[in-house]
């Protein structure tokens, strides 16, 4: 899924104009526990949580988050294939423990993939970057990722755009010629990417730039009633983790 689709999911959300805090409170805190307690049933239970808030609170459509996981999570589901193996002098087998740890792995994994997915998906990243500036983050750190968030999306029209011309070039009616095509799109788009870095330093050094770039966001009220909510629930999850 395009960056673009999700920054718009982000946006129109049921939940976008929440505070940031009871969000990231969600997100952050679920996160917490997913790497604080045991993978069963306690990362397990973060992520039934999390889904709950996604689906049933903020509503995401299922199509999006589903195109949006598909990507994260299979890399997740190789490297916990990868620890089911072993490979020695006799060749390749199954380690004697590789079943409990690569499920101990995926479950925490996953539920920390799925409250980072959760902020992504209901949080803005304008927003974002004003609660980094509001908890005083260093205003380089800051300044640095905006840059780099708009960056991104220079570079998946820059690639959107070559792709659009190799299969308006017949580039793709073969396998063969989409394996090539889709090499000839990875290899220059670090140069392109290079020319178009420099042009924005110019451009920015040509504007006076002091090192700040404002962005517009709202504050919206926290609801205590919504924050003891979600602590109450945080506080179950914790109490069947540890003695479940």
Known sequence: MAIGT?????????????????????????????????????????????????????????????????????????????????IDGAGIALAPDGAERAAGLGLRAMAATLCLMFLAFTTPAAELIGGLRALRVPAEIVELALLTYRFVFLLADSAVAMTTAQRARLGHSSRARWLRSTGMVIANLLPRAMDRARRTEIGLAARGWQGQMPVLHTRPPVCA???????????????????A
Do not use: C, Y
């Open 6 to 86: 999700l920054d718009r999911a982000a946006s129109v959300n049921r939940w976008r104009h929440r505070a940031l805090t009871e969000k990231a409170l969600i997100g952050l805190g679920f996160l917490a526990l997913a790497l604080a307690l045991p993978p069963w049933p306690g990362a397990a239970l973060v992520g039934a949580a999390v889904l709950g808030f996604t689906f049933l609170g903020a509503r995401v459509p299922l199509r999006l988050w589903a195109a949006a996981v598909a990507a994260p999570l299979g890399f997740l589901a190789i490297g916990v294939a990868t620890l089911m193996v072993q």
């Open 225 to 243: 009633r919504r924050i003891a909510l979600v602590l109450a629930v945080q506080a179950g999850v914790l109490a069947l983790g540890v003695w």
